[in-house]
C-alpha cells in the first residue's frame, strides 16, 4: 500500500501546485459502484481506497488528485457474483482502477474534476461532478458518474443469457483532514 501512495503522490506531483498533499482517510472514504439488471438491482462497496490531493491553502481549494482503488475489494455481499465481476473485468490482468485529473474546477460548494479514468487497461478523459463539504478540519469530496462498459472493453455480465445495463454508475466519498 505505501508504494501505491508513492506512486500517486507521484502523479499528483507531476502537475505545478504550491500546495500539500493530503492523503484520504481509508477508513472513512469509499467507493461504490450500482448495477442494473432487469431481475434485481446491486451495489458493490470498497472501504480500500488509496487517495492522494495536493490543497492550496492559499486559494481553500484542491489543485489535484489521484485515486486507486483494486476491483477484487468490492463487496456486493455475494460472493459468487463478487467472483464473477473480479473474471468479467480480469481482475488479475488489470487489478487496479485509477483516476488521475488534469484540472478541479470549483463554484461554490460544486466541483467539476476533469482528468483520466483507467479502467480495464483503457485510459479515457471523464468529467467528474462533484460537491466538497467542509467539517471542521476534515474535507469530503463526494460525487458520481457513469461508466459504459463498451468504452472499456468490458462486456456486460448477464444473468439468465438477459444482460446488465450498458451503463454502471460509480459513486465515492473520499475524506480529507487538512491538519
Given at each position: 500500500m505505501k508504494l501505491l501512495l508513492l506512486w500517486?503522490?507521484?502523479l499528483v506531483s507531476l502537475l505545478p501546485s504550491a500546495g500539500r498533499k493530503l492523503v484520504a482517510d481509508p477508513a472513512a472514504s469509499v467507493i461504490r459502484y450500482k448495477m442494473h439488471h432487469p431481475m434485481h438491482d446491486w451495489e458493490g462497496i470498497s472501504h480500500q481506497v488509496q487517495s492522494v490531493?495536493?490543497?492550496?491553502?492559499?486559494?481553500?481549494?484542491?489543485?489535484?488528485?489521484?485515486?486507486?482503488v483494486n476491483v477484487a475489494s468490492f463487496d456486493t455481499k455475494n460472493a459468487n457474483r463478487d467472483s464473477h465481476t473480479i473474471e468479467v473485468l480480469e481482475g488479475i490482468k488489470y487489478p487496479r482502477v485509477t483516476f488521475s485529473s488534469s484540472r478541479i474546477t470549483q463554484t461554490g460548494?460544486?466541483?467539476?474534476?476533469?482528468?483520466?479514468?483507467?479502467f480495464h487497461g483503457v485510459t479515457k478523459p471523464v468529467t467528474i461532478e462533484g460537491t466538497r463539504t467542509d467539517d471542521g478540519n476534515r474535507v469530503v469530496v463526494s460525487g458520481g458518474f457513469p461508466v459504459k462498459m463498451s468504452d472499456y472493453g468490458v462486456e456486460r455480465p448477464s444473468l439468465m443469457m438477459v444482460p446488465t445495463?450498458?451503463?454502471?454508475?460509480?459513486?465515492?466519498?473520499?475524506?480529507?483532514?487538512?491538519r
Open positions: 500517486l503522490a507521484g490531493a495536493v490543497y492550496n491553502d492559499e486559494t481553500d481549494r484542491f489543485d489535484a488528485a489521484a485515486v486507486s460548494s460544486r466541483l467539476a474534476i476533469s482528468g483520466n479514468l483507467t445495463d450498458e451503463s454502471f454508475e460509480i459513486q465515492f466519498s473520499l475524506v480529507f483532514s487538512r
